[in-house]
C-alpha cells in the first residue's frame, strides 16, 4: 500500500460544469501521475508532476489542468466537463526518485459527465 | 515509435492451461518492461517487470520472456487459476521518463 487516496471515487456531473478530483499520499513521494482508463484504450497519461509546482503533459492533457502546491496532494481539474471526459481516473505515484515505471495506482475516481 | 502494442485484447483459458499474453514495442530506448494486473473497482498494480539485460523472470507461475532483438516480450500464467481472472496491461519505458503502457488484455480463466 503506497498511501494514495482518491477523492471523490465517483461523481455524476453535467456538461459544462467545473470538476476537481484530488490525488493525496502519505510517503512524501516526488513523482506523480494522472491516467485516464477507457476501454479499447488502456491507460493513457493525463499530466503528471515531478515536485512542488513542476508539472507536465501527457498524451491526452487538452481539456485538463493540473496543481500540485503540497508534495503530498495532486490535484486533477476538467475546467468545463464534456461527456467525453467520462472515465475513470487513476492517480499514480512513482515509488523511485527517477521518472520510472514502478508506478503505484490508488483506487480510481469514476466520473460522468450527463 | 512510443506504442507498446499488445495482444490478444482479450482470452479465455481453461483453469490449469497456460495463458500467454503478448507485446511489442518500437523504441530501442525503453529499458524497463513492466505488467500490471488490475481487478475490477481496483487500480492496476505491478505483477512483475524486466530490464533488457535478461531473456526470462520467473515469479511463482508468473513468467516474463523478453526477446530484445525482436523487441518482442510476453507474460506466461502457468496453471492458471480463476483468481488470475482480470485485466493484465504490458509497458515499458526508458529510463528516467514515461512509462508507455499497452492497451490491455482481459484474461477470463474457466473453472
Known amino acids: 500500500d503506497a498511501g494514495i487516496t482518491q477523492s471523490p471515487r465517483h461523481k455524476v456531473t453535467e456538461t459544462g460544469t467545473p470538476v476537481t478530483l484530488r490525488c493525496h499520499q502519505t510517503e512524501n513521494h516526488r513523482y506523480m501521475y494522472w491516467y485516464r482508463q477507457d476501454p479499447g484504450h488502456g491507460l493513457r497519461l493525463i499530466h503528471y508532476s515531478y515536485g512542488v509546482k513542476d508539472t507536465d503533459k501527457g498524451e491526452v492533457s487538452d481539456g485538463y489542468s493540473v496543481s500540485r502546491s503540497k508534495t503530498e496532494d495532486f490535484l486533477l481539474t476538467l475546467e468545463s466537463a464534456t461527456s467525453s471526459q467520462t472515465s475513470v481516473y487513476f492517480c499514480?505515484?512513482?515509488?523511485?526518485?527517477?521518472?520510472?515505471?514502478?508506478?503505484?495506482f490508488g483506487e480510481g475516481s469514476r466520473l460522468t459527465v450527463l | 515509435q512510443q506504442q507498446v502494442k499488445q495482444s490478444p485484447q482479450s482470452l479465455i483459458v481453461q483453469k490449469g492451461g497456460i495463458s500467454i499474453i503478448n507485446c511489442a514495442y518500437e523504441?530501442?530506448?525503453?529499458?524497463?518492461f513492466p505488467w500490471y494486473q488490475q481487478f475490477p473497482g481496483k487500480g492496476p498494480a505491478l505483477l512483475i517487470a524486466i530490464r533488457p539485460d535478461v531473456s526470462e523472470k520467473k515469479e511463482g507461475r508468473f513468467t516474463i520472456s523478453f526477446n530484445k532483438s525482436a523487441k518482442q516480450f510476453s507474460l506466461h500464467i502457468m496453471d492458471s487459476q480463476p483468481g488470475d481472472s482480470a485485466t493484465y496491461f504490458c509497458a515499458a519505458s526508458p529510463r528516467d521518463d514515461k512509462i508507455i503502457f499497452g492497451k490491455g488484455t482481459r484474461l477470463h480463466i474457466l473453472p
Open positions: 499514480a505515484i512513482s515509488s523511485g526518485t527517477e521518472n520510472t515505471g514502478e508506478l503505484f
Open positions: 523504441n530501442t530506448a525503453f529499458d524497463y
